[in-house]
């Protein structure tokens, strides 16, 4: 997993007061390779159900000469108001034209 440390407000330098800040994962390598891979890969389902459920997309044949738009995970921890992990969320976004 990846983590940074973050200083708790009003506490020492001191390094038993610090807390952990899991990073959110920036690509679907890094997500899943995880520890919580599993979290992710039910998001990643998750939203890829949604497609289907809305209707939001086809499968066509690509058209010769035609530029094709990407698409790239974008991934969040949601945290509740104790900073616990409440929801692992994922989305499929455009990304440009491959």
């Not at 919580?36 to 058209?63: G, H, M, N, R």
């Amino acid at each position: 997993m990846s983590y940074s440390r973050q200083k708790v407000p009003g506490e020492s330098e001191e390094p038993q007061n610090t807390v952990l800040v899991m990073k959110d994962p920036v690509t679907y390598e890094e997500a899943i390779l995880r520890n919580d891979a599993v979290y992710w890969k039910k998001a990643c389902v998750e939203e890829l159900e949604a497609f289907i459920k809305q209707e939001l997309f086809s499968t066509v044949l690509k058209p010769v000469g035609c530029k094709v738009i990407g698409c790239k995970w974008v991934f969040k921890t949601k945290l509740d108001e104790d900073s616990q992990v409440e929801r692992y969320k994922a989305w499929l976004v455009a990304q440009g034209f491959s």
